[in-house]
């Protein structure tokens, strides 16, 4: 499930600027009256484009030339470009409507800009500092990302100019997602063509057989009507190094989501999702991942008597519903109603490509220092 934009990674912060050697701050790629996106917004939306791009329908990560893909009719470049041009256009929108509407950021959105520029931002002042990128053009762009999320829920949330009624949002959420909790096996596939058995009392039996037999005891204790959450830290305890620092977790962190449909967004294997999505409510099973050798002890959740993580996490679930209809409202906004135009010339000169292969340098080299040797 997407939660509530963040536009910049914190992982990835250091590389999302590389490529803008030599922006000033006159250089500007969309106007639209008073306001503009740089050719800083519009590198870091490219970037943004390249995190978007190998989750679009037609992208094949198996190709040799990334840059080979073909997305919606357009290469790939081309899809990056746009999109990024779509990104500026929902900034410059976004920081209209944002003041126009008399909203203000709260003091934790504050804090934690202001906070990530003291703690994080210096660690990469020196590269921002050579390739021409000033603090203060960041930390715009970090606000941007807080007044999109006020803006968003001003727009959607009870009393919004296209609020969604509560029976909707529920309805969206039961229609589209499953709840379920989870133990997870991880278990050693036979390849030996040694019989023998190792009966040595300090080497940890982890064949399918012993590990199933573990999974199966955990299901029959659930069918048995024993509580999940318990469950989940009895097994957590037992694989911990110190038993005592596991603790117990709330209900709601036990709980995974997953698409009712089946059409899988998760990290689990198609296979194994779609197991998952024919287990009854209240039901459980025992699933078994061959190709990651993995078991897994999968209770679903009553979505009808419990509501949980709906409560906790309504302002995201929310986000999944609107979230295309409301980045097409910014962009329709800044088209139509600002008159948002793009300078071709400036624009031109940001290769997507550079992005892309300076994000790869810089985290190869990271990774470089941290497990060389």
């Not at 914190?10 to 250089?27: N, R, S, V």
Request: charged share 25%.
């Amino acid at each position: 499930m997407k939660k509530i934009k963040s536009v910049l990674a914190a992982a990835l912060c250091g590389a999302l600027c590389l490529g803008l050697a030599g922006c000033g701050p006159d250089q500007t790629v969309v106007s639209a009256g008073d306001y503009s996106a740089s050719a800083a917004i519009y590198v870091l939306s490219q970037m943004n484009a390249l995190n978007e791009v190998s989750s679009q329908d037609g992208y094949d990560a198996t190709l040799e030339d990334v840059w080979s893909n073909q997305i919606e009719g357009q290469s790939m470049e081309d899809w990056i470009n746009n999109r990024a041009l779509d990104l500026c256009r929902e900034y410059v929108a976004t920081n209209k409507l944002f003041e126009e509407k008399g909203l203000t950021l709260t003091e934790d959105q504050q804090s934690s800009i202001d906070e990530y520029m003291t703690s994080t931002y210096p660690n990469y002042e020196d590269l921002y500092t050579q390739i021409g990128v000033a603090d203060s053009s960041y930390e715009n762009y970090l606000t941007f990302n807080s007044r999109y999320q006020e803006l968003f829920l001003d727009r959607y949330q009870e009393g919004g100019e296209a609020a969604v009624a509560e029976e909707d949002l529920r309805s969206f959420y039961c229609d589209n997602f499953d709840e379920v909790k989870i133990l997870s096996f991880s278990y050693t596939e036979d390849t030996s063509s040694d019989t023998s058995t190792d009966t040595s009392s300090d080497t940890e039996d982890t064949s399918l057989e012993t590990v199933q037999a573990t999974a199966q005891g955990y299901l029959d204790r659930i069918q048995a009507g024993e509580d999940v959450d318990q469950l989940i830290y009895e097994y957590q305890q037992s694989t911990a190094s110190d038993a005592s620092s596991v603790t117990l977790n709330d209900s709601v962190d036990n709980i995974t989501i997953i698409p009712a449909s089946g059409d899988n967004t998760t990290t689990y294997s198609d296979d194994v999702i779609h197991q998952m999505v024919e287990i009854a409510q209240e039901g459980s099973a025992l699933i078994q991942d061959s190709e990651n050798s993995r078991l897994y002890v999968v209770y679903k959740m009553n979505q009808d008597t419990n509501q949980e993580y709906y409560d906790a996490n309504r302002d995201n679930i929310l986000y999944e519903m609107k979230y295309d209809e409301f980045e097409q409202y910014l962009i329709d906004y800044a088209n139509n109603e600002m008159g948002a135009s793009v300078n071709g010339m400036i624009q031109g000169r940001y290769s997507c490509r550079t992005v892309y292969d300076a994000q790869n340098d810089f985290m190869a080299s990271l990774y470089s220092q941290y497990y060389s040797g």
